[in-house]
């Protein structure tokens, strides 16, 4: 039985950790160059409802993960636009990004399927499915199937891009030239300009890819995790990208593990649904809900240590004359 527990636990540990590292990687790109990216929470809210949309109409899984690049995007530019090219206030941008992805996408909704901001269901052969049947279901005694098949080998192939990508976002800033570039530009923009590299380049480039990761952690909400859209349902999942980025110092691997960290509380605080204390009665449902943020923000708050943000993170580049 407790192959059966462990391997259950793993496999939710990575399916919920996977759209909180896309979009942690997306914001560690963006401020690696020296944008604050408060709006992770819009970008992927909105890149979710764009793929079930698209997906449930077309019937087309690619075209529904094309949409959902497409739509974050579109607002990366619009950040990109107003924060880069007009040097405006960053983080009240990505608020408004916030604000503007949780009304429209369920205004959006309401026009076009009548679901009270739902989109229709997401047909079963277009979603993204793991390898499970190869594995069968988890059982006590079976090791290999129950932790390595169902735990580590069951997943979709967004899960194992997820934290492939850890590595390639590692290579491209350490060891590429435009990594130590984008670096730099988030370090010293002004070192970077005259050596005659664009600044407002190197911050779009990393808007873009901060877009397309943003893009794939929404598809993932709807094709993988979640059988359709519905209003507000990443729940938060972009602030604590944002939190874990900060705990991992805007570095690829300690980031994915602040990552794990959450995923593994909430795949815990799945489990204690429906658990009776002695002498209490049953745990509340909205405690168990609310019981990974609240144990993520506390151990991330009580270890983070000494944090430095790269030191253009929130300035504006205003070119000398």
Same mark, same amino acid.
């Given at each position: 039985?407790?192959?059966?527990l462990i391997g259950?636990?793993?496999?939710?540990?990575?399916?919920?950790?996977?759209p909180?590292?896309?979009c942690?990687l997306a914001?560690?790109? !963006?401020?690696?160059? #020296?944008?604050?990216d /408060?709006?992770?929470?819009?970008?992927?809210?909105? =890149?979710? *409802?764009a793929?079930? $949309?698209?997906?449930s109409?077309?019937?087309?899984t690619?075209?529904?993960?094309?949409?959902?690049?497409?739509?974050?995007?579109?607002?990366?530019?619009?950040?990109?636009?107003?924060?880069?090219?007009?040097?405006?206030?960053?983080?009240?941008?990505?608020?408004?990004?916030?604000?503007?992805?949780a009304?429209?996408t369920?205004?959006?909704g309401?026009?076009?399927?009548?679901?009270?901001g739902q989109?229709?269901?997401?047909?079963?052969?277009?979603r993204?499915?793991g390898?499970?049947g190869?594995?069968?279901?988890?059982q006590a005694?079976?090791?290999f !199937?129950?932790?390595? #098949?169902?735990?580590? /080998?069951?997943?979709n192939a967004?899960?194992?891009? =997820?934290? *492939?990508?850890?590595? $390639?976002?590692?290579?491209?800033?350490?060891?590429?030239?435009?990594?130590?570039?984008?670096?730099a530009?988030?370090?010293?923009?002004?070192?970077?300009?005259?050596?005659?590299?664009?600044?407002?380049?190197?911050?779009y480039?990393?808007?873009?890819?901060?877009?397309?990761?943003?893009?794939?952690?929404?598809?993932?909400?709807?094709?993988a995790?979640?059988?359709?859209?519905?209003?507000?349902?990443?729940?938060?999942r972009?602030?604590?990208?944002?939190?874990?980025?900060?705990f991992?110092?805007?570095?690829?691997?300690p980031?994915m593990?602040?990552?794990?960290?959450?995923?593994?509380?909430d795949?815990?605080?799945?489990?204690?649904?429906?658990?009776?204390?002695?002498?209490?009665?049953?745990?509340?449902?909205?405690?168990?809900?609310a019981?990974?943020?609240?144990?993520?923000?506390?151990?991330?708050?009580?270890f983070?240590g000494?944090?430095?943000?790269?030191k253009?993170?929130?300035?504006?580049?205003?070119?000398?004359?």
């Amino acid at each position: 039985m407790d192959e059966v527990l462990i391997g259950s636990l793993l496999g939710s540990t990575l399916r919920v950790t996977t759209p909180l590292l896309l979009c942690a990687l997306a914001g560690m790109l !963006a401020e690696r160059s #020296g944008v604050i990216d /408060l709006g992770l929470e819009g970008k992927m809210l909105f =890149a979710a *409802f764009a793929a079930a $949309a698209t997906a449930s109409v077309t019937q087309s899984t690619g075209l529904g993960l094309l949409a959902a690049i497409a739509v974050a995007s579109s607002l990366s530019m619009v950040q990109g636009f107003a924060c880069v090219t007009h040097r405006g206030d960053q983080v009240v941008t990505g608020v408004a990004l916030n604000m503007v992805a949780a009304g429209l996408t369920v205004v959006l909704g309401i026009a076009w399927f009548a679901q009270g901001g739902q989109t229709p269901p997401v047909p079963a052969e277009v979603r993204l499915t793991g390898l499970s049947g190869s594995y069968g279901e988890p059982q006590a005694g079976d090791w290999f !199937a129950s932790v390595v #098949g169902h735990g580590l /080998l069951s997943h979709n192939a967004l899960v194992y891009l =997820a934290f *492939f990508l850890v590595v $390639a976002v590692w290579f491209f800033l350490e060891r590429t030239k435009p990594g130590l570039r984008l670096r730099a530009v988030g370090e010293n923009p002004a070192m970077v300009d005259a050596a005659g590299v664009s600044v407002p380049g190197l911050r779009y480039s990393a808007l873009m890819m901060n877009a397309v990761l943003c893009g794939l952690a929404g598809s993932y909400l709807t094709l993988a995790q979640n059988a359709n859209f519905s209003p507000n349902m990443t729940a938060g999942r972009g602030y604590i990208a944002l939190a874990a980025m900060i705990f991992g110092k805007w570095k690829p691997v300690p980031t994915m593990l602040a990552c794990l960290l959450f995923g593994f509380l909430d795949a815990v605080a799945i489990r204690l649904q429906g658990v009776v204390i002695p002498g209490i009665g049953e745990v509340p449902v909205q405690l168990i809900q609310a019981l990974p943020y609240i144990l993520t923000v506390i151990l991330l708050a009580g270890f983070i240590g000494q944090a430095l943000a790269p030191k253009a993170l929130g300035r504006p580049y205003v070119k000398e004359r």
